[in-house]
């Protein structure tokens, strides 16, 4: 069995990749993956028995022994060679993502890029793992800090950006020395599968790279309480995030936790308004407003607020909703039905408390779709200011002063991102100083790039990805005092 290529109605659902071969899961149950866009269903995925998870715990140990052995330059070009056939397949993996997920080919095609870009970045960063020499206190003493992969590793990743997501767990783990099983979400699986092929095929060595599907807490459970396990990182809920860090407690193993968000975005009264609409209304429903560093909580200065929300709707409103394989599409359907009901739940609650400007309703009513919707004048109680609403929903306020701006924005459980805009130096760094978050962007709609670490405070979690913290999170430090002239 291979990899699934995608090809319109041809779309297969992957098998499993334990080893150094694929095969077809074991257990009596299956997911089904459906089309977000058309309700249709495209496959049944089926999923890892407790004797496949155990063959993954195997080959993901023996992988394990020869991987920590192999030169970095090495993990470096295989990385490398797995890249380029990712970018080579980009189209396929990318018309896949969106049969599977929904949002829409060219935003599916700038997440494979990324991916790429992210394995890259790791890669090089291989060769650059280093240690240092610290003067001993005798002649002939060395104290030496050394850098080692920490072991094999769980890598759970999520639905809403699933080949990204998985791309930095895998690079990382895999650029440190680390062995891995990938657990990508069974709703979204098999773009994520086409870009493991490529790693597979770039010449890993059996059981460096595996692949398993499942039911979510089941696989967890089991993987999680084997000894062979040293590190688990996971992306996705505050609620399954606590679940699994109760589960990594016995083992003492180590936990990345990326978790969720709710960014704040202050706006000063300086901006050119009809472009920083422009550009927050690309970033608020990318993806359908599916993302964690989704830019949510919009605190307005007073002068500028009126304005700035009528455009920001009006622009909202004038997207054009429909399946992500049409060129047309600017905002695909919610990634399942699950999202669709949180969403029609959330908007009846928070209209309680704010007022509906735009959206509120599916739009199309065939598939996941939901309108992007945007509230003004939300209270700081409303349903959907407390909890992440993780879709396109947009809520605005009205502040005055520089403080109040910072007190809105900080009263959150979750520090993930945070957006300002506002040419003023002063501002600026009184915004970086105090909110209570991971990353900022300031007049910039980026927080996450391969170079640097992404990761929250709070609810949003603990440890970083990407950029040499994430990198970190694959190794551990190893001191040695070395006296040469016993
Ligand atoms: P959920 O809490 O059921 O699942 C979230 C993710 O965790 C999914 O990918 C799921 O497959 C996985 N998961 C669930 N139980 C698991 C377990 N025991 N072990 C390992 N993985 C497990 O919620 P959902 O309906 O799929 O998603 C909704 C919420 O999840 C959103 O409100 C959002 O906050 C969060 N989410 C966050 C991210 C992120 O990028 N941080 C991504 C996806 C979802």
New binding site residues.
């Given amino acids: 069995m291979t990899a699934t290529k995608a090809s319109g109605a041809g779309y297969r659902a992957p098998g499993l990749y334990i080893g150094d071969r694929w095969r077809a899961g074991g257990a009596a149950t299956h997911t089904a993956v459906v089309n977000p866009a058309t309700g249709a269903t495209l496959d049944q995925l089926r999923h890892a028995s407790a004797a496949d998870l155990d063959d993954a715990l195997q080959a993901a140990q023996a992988g394990f022994e020869t991987w920590r052995n192999t030169p970095a330059a090495a993990r470096q070009d295989l990385l490398l060679r797995g890249v380029a056939l990712l970018r080579g397949r980009a189209a396929d993996i990318a018309r896949c993502l969106t049969l599977e997920q929904g949002k829409p080919l060219a935003q599916s095609l700038g997440e494979v890029k990324v991916a790429a870009d992210m394995v890259q970045w790791y890669a090089e960063q291989a060769r650059r793992i280093q240690g240092r020499l610290v003067p001993g206190d005798a002649a002939g003493v060395d104290y030496e800090v050394r850098k080692a992969p920490v072991g094999p590793c769980l890598l759970?990743?999520?639905?809403?950006?699933p080949v990204i997501?998985a791309a930095r767990k895998i690079g990382g783990a895999l650029a440190a020395g680390c062995s891995c099983i990938v657990?990508p979400?069974?709703?979204t699986p098999a773009a994520v599968a086409m870009m493991v092929a490529c790693f597979v095929e770039a010449g890993l060595p059996p059981g460096v790279l595996n692949l398993v599907f499942g039911v979510?807490?089941a696989?967890?459970r089991h993987l999680i309480a084997s000894d062979t396990i040293k590190k688990v990182s996971?992306?996705?809920?505050?609620?399954?995030g606590r679940?699994?860090a109760g589960l990594a407690a016995p083992g003492l193993k180590r936990l990345t936790l990326?978790?969720?968000?709710h960014s704040p975005v202050v706006v000063f009264d300086d901006v050119d308004v009809e472009d920083c609409v422009a550009r927050l209304v690309a970033a608020k429903f990318r993806n359908a407003g599916?993302?964690?560093h989704a830019p949510t909580r919009f605190f307005v200065q007073r002068r500028i607020y009126a304005d700035f929300v009528d455009r920001f709707a009006r622009a909202a409103a004038s997207l054009k909703q429909g399946d992500g394989l049409l060129p047309q599409t600017e905002i695909g359907p919610l990634a399942n039905a699950?999202?669709q009901r949180?969403m029609a739940e959330l908007v009846a609650s928070t209209a309680r408390a704010a007022t509906l400007v735009t959206g509120g309703g599916h739009g199309i009513e065939q598939g996941c779709f939901f309108q992007p919707t945007v509230f003004a004048d939300v209270q700081p109680d409303a349903e959907a200011m407390v909890n992440?609403p993780?879709g396109p929903v947009a809520l605005f306020r009205a502040f005055d002063d520089p403080a109040s701006a910072l007190a809105q924005a900080n009263a959150t459980r979750y520090g993930l991102g945070a957006y300002v805009f506002t040419d003023s130096a002063r501002l600026q760094r009184q915004m970086i100083d105090g909110l209570n978050v991971g990353a900022i962007a300031v007049n910039s709609t980026v927080v996450s790039v391969a170079e640097a670490p992404f990761g929250g405070v709070g609810d949003s979690g603990y440890g970083y990805e990407s950029g040499e913290e994430g990198l970190e999170g694959y190794l551990h430090t190893k001191f040695v005092n070395r006296n040469s002239q016993p």
Avoid: I, Y
């Fill in positions: 759970l990743s999520p639905w809403n950006v997501l657990k979400p069974e709703e979510p807490d696989v967890s996971f992306t996705g809920s505050v609620a399954v679940l699994l990326e978790l969720g968000g599916q993302l964690c699950r999202r949180a992440e993780f």
